[in-house]
């Protein structure tokens, strides 16, 4: 019945689901923000997988990995939590890595991007913001994750393999 007030719901869990699944044989980039709409599909998967684990009997439950599953087991899945060097979006992350704590996904590192004080700049109009992006820095040092990456502010992207291979070099934790 596609008047059903969740069909919508379970079509995306299923889109996702399916997504997921497709990191055993290929590279795959699930880009969300951290809104309630990413939470949803997290909680979507784990709704689906207690549902799954009372439906099998006890000791039958090893042959089966639901997404859930996929998103918690660090050697299948990498979650790389990317924001800006200012404050709301450096809370939203944090807010987004504490639920994803709670679901046992632990993410794999930060990425903090279009940084100002990374590209090297020393205008003295920019001291401010400067400050603000070290004290965003150090706050996400100080505890909020065990890898951290600092891409500088670039005004041309880095396109293809080269540029991002010189972008990732000058980044090592």
């Known amino acids: 019945d596609l008047r059903s007030p969740c069909t919508e719901e379970v079509a995306v869990f299923h889109a996702f689901s399916r ?58 899945t990498r979650i790389l939590i990317v924001t800006l060097p200012e404050v709301t979006p450096v809370s939203q992350a944090a807010a987004l890595q504490e ?17 100002i004080s990374a590209a090297g700049t020393h205008d003295a109009l920019l ?17 909020l994750a065990s890898r951290l990456y600092v891409l500088p502010w670039l005004t041309e992207p880095p396109v293809g393999l080269t540029e991002l291979a010189k972008l990732t070099a000058s980044t090592s934790p």
Do not use: C
């Open 127 to 143: 001291a401010a913001r400067l400050d603000g992006e070290r004290r965003q820095m150090d706050r996400v040092k100080a505890g």
């Open 19 to 76: 997504i997921v699944s497709e990191g055993r044989s290929a590279f795959v980039v699930l880009d969300t923000a951290p809104t309630g709409h990413t939470l949803l599909l997290m909680d979507a998967a784990g709704a689906y997988h207690r549902q799954i684990m009372r439906e099998f009997p006890a000791g039958t439950t090893g042959r089966v990995v639901t997404p859930l599953m996929r998103l918690q087991d660090p050697a299948y």
């Open 99 to 115: 639920d994803l704590r709670r679901a046992r996904i632990e993410p794999y590192a930060w990425v903090i991007n279009k940084s």
